[in-house]
């Protein structure tokens, strides 16, 4: 069972905005950054947010980070269909001293 | 450009072992945490193990404590992963995953 709850799917029209949410708790998004991942079909996954909302090079500024407390929301713009993808998100928990994920959220755009 | 690539994946039978290797270039390898990611067929991600820059300090997923030991040769800017006591619920590609990227992953598969 996963450590931080991440809706097990989502879908949106292409050109629309979707979030995925992020809940986790005090040890873990309440005290760390939140990291977000990308995992398109077939591939290893990629970073795609870090330190809750910035964004490594190449990452486009349709995607964007946010956290409040011990939840956390990637969101996206402008969808297309080469965002259809797993996206999790990540942090560090510090009573399990152990890097944590999300269950993981299918991206479908319609 | 930065690379990790693993190797040493493959068939092993249950309670056998095996022993990952992740080789990393582009970048300052001393200078960065390491972890070990697992994803099972179908399934989400697991962190299984984490090292420090220096190696002094390690942690482990509960599921793999005393079983798994995962170090680090910053002279050969290489991670490992020693994998023992393997059972079926390890099967899963493992990456080896820092701050500036993942790698390919590499396949093991425990089966009789």
């Known amino acids: 069972q996963p450590v931080l709850t991440q809706p097990p799917s989502v879908s949106a029209a292409p050109g629309q905005r979707v979030t995925i949410s992020c809940s986790g708790s005090?040890?873990?998004?309440?005290?760390?950054?939140v990291r977000w991942y990308q995992q398109l079909p077939g591939t290893a996954p990629k970073h795609l947010i870090y330190d809750n909302n910035k964004r490594p090079s190449g990452i486009p500024d349709r995607f964007s980070g946010s956290k409040s407390a011990t939840s956390a929301t990637l969101g996206i713009t402008g969808l297309q269909t080469g965002d259809e993808a797993d996206y999790y998100c990540?942090?560090?928990?510090?009573?399990?001293?152990?890097?944590?994920f999300g269950g993981g959220t299918k991206l479908t755009v319609l | 450009e930065v690379q990790l690539v693993e190797s040493g994946g493959g068939l092993v039978q249950p309670g056998g072992s095996l022993r990952l290797s992740c080789a990393a270039s582009?970048?300052?390898?001393?200078?960065?945490?390491m972890t070990w990611v697992r994803q099972a067929p179908g399934k989400g991600l697991e962190c299984v193990a984490n090292i420090n820059k220096d190696g002094s300090d390690k942690y482990y997923v509960d599921s793999v404590k005393g079983r798994f030991t995962i170090s680090r040769d910053n002279a050969k800017d290489s991670l490992y992963l020693q994998m023992n006591s393997l059972s079926a619920e390890d099967t899963a590609v493992y990456y080896c995953?820092?701050?500036?990227?993942w790698g390919q992953g590499t396949l093991v598969t425990v089966s009789s």
């Open positions: 995953v820092n701050d500036l990227g």
């Open positions: 990540g942090t560090w928990d510090n009573s399990l001293n152990v890097w944590v």
């Open positions: 582009g970048f300052t390898f001393r200078n960065f945490w």
């Open positions: 005090s040890s873990n998004i309440g005290k760390n950054n």
